[in-house]
């Protein structure tokens, strides 16, 4: 990671979680299960999505406090989907970010129902939103696609259905174009959405996110069979042992590390056609086929 986007994450992410963890503080609901809700929240991450939002929002030159509200959101949403995912009927993980997963520290039901917490309330946030209503609704309405049916929900249920089978390359890349990229592309979007980007902007910055979106999945295929527990968090080696379809194994290691070169560059050629300075955006696509956890 180099000094200018080391700089933007350090400078950045406290805003976001500061606003995020606040948020949640303020809600009148059972004391149990506000700190369920906050134990995952509070469990760390790479808030690499908020960030994206905030990143759209500095390529433009605009103020970054909307950003760090629909950054917290989109990070609430996608805590939520990890309480869930975690849980025992889904892919049943003992570790989350290094820590017990919710459910281990306060049972399946309470896991649920903070879940089930955190989605609501994100869209709540939204709607609350000091920004004009045409901005509002176009946000919840953006972000019920990428988090439902249509996007991450709608991928999570693909990924189980091609647990008990081999995916095809484009099926594995439906999955993930719903599961992972789908919130990926929102904050993107909502990053576009804030800063009034033009309509030709919002496309380049989609077809860079689709790309982003991929890399990402890959190089987290790619650390399950490289990295460590301890490095990334949570149990390493759980894909080959559960016999998933990955990219690796679907294209070996190395054709899978071609496959995220691939999506790097074509995200990169699509920061081209900006006419601004994308440079944290390019900065950002680096770091995400590059990191280790």
């Known amino acids: 990671m180099n000094e200018t986007l080391k ?9 976001i979680e500061e606003t995020m963890f606040a948020l949640v503080e303020k809600i009148e609901a059972p004391a149990n299960l506000k700190e369920s809700m906050l ?11 908020p960030l994206f939002v905030v990143a759209v929002l500095e390529l433009y030159r605009k103020n970054l406090q909307d950003g760090f509200i629909v950054g917290a959101v989109i990070e609430i949403i996608h805590t939520y989907s990890l309480i869930h995912d975690d849980l025992p009927s889904m892919d049943n993980d ?11 520290m306060y ?9 089930d917490a955190l989605n609501t309330l994100a869209f709540g946030i939204l709607a609350r939103m000091d920004i004009s ?22 991928g999570q249920v693909l990924d189980m259905d091609g647990e008990q089978r081999q995916l095809t390359l484009a099926e594995l890349e439906q999955v993930h174009v719903s599961k992972t990229g789908a919130l990926l ?19 380049t910055l989609k077809e860079y996110a689709h790309h982003i979106g991929l890399a990402f999945q890959i190089q987290d295929d790619i650390l399950d069979i490289e990295g460590t527990t301890e ?4 149990t390493a080696g759980k894909d080959v042992a559960s016999d998933k379809s990955t990219y690796p194994a679907l294209l070996t290691l190395e054709g899978a590390k071609e496959k995220l070169a691939e999506h790097y560059h074509h995200a990169i050629q699509a920061l081209d056609q900006l006419p601004l300075d994308a440079s944290l955006l390019r ?6 086929v590059h990191r280790k956890n």
Do not use: C
């Open 231 to 234: 490095e990334l968090g949570k």
């Open 107 to 115: 049972g399946d039901a309470l896991a649920t129902l903070a879940g």
């Open 94 to 104: 003992d570790f989350r970010r290094g820590k017990p997963t919710n459910h281990k």
């Open 39 to 49: 134990y995952s929240l509070k469990a760390g991450g790479k808030r690499i999505r």
């Open 283 to 288: 900065d950002f696509a680096s770091y995400i």
């Open 185 to 203: 592309r929102f904050s993107i979007e909502a990053g576009a959405v804030l800063a009034d980007a033009s309509a030709q902007d919002r496309a």
């Open 133 to 154: 209503a045409e901005k509002r609704i176009e946000l919840v309405e953006l972000l019920s696609v990428a988090a439902g049916g249509e996007g991450m929900v709608g």
């Open 7 to 15: 700089y933007f994450i350090e400078s950045n992410t406290p805003q």
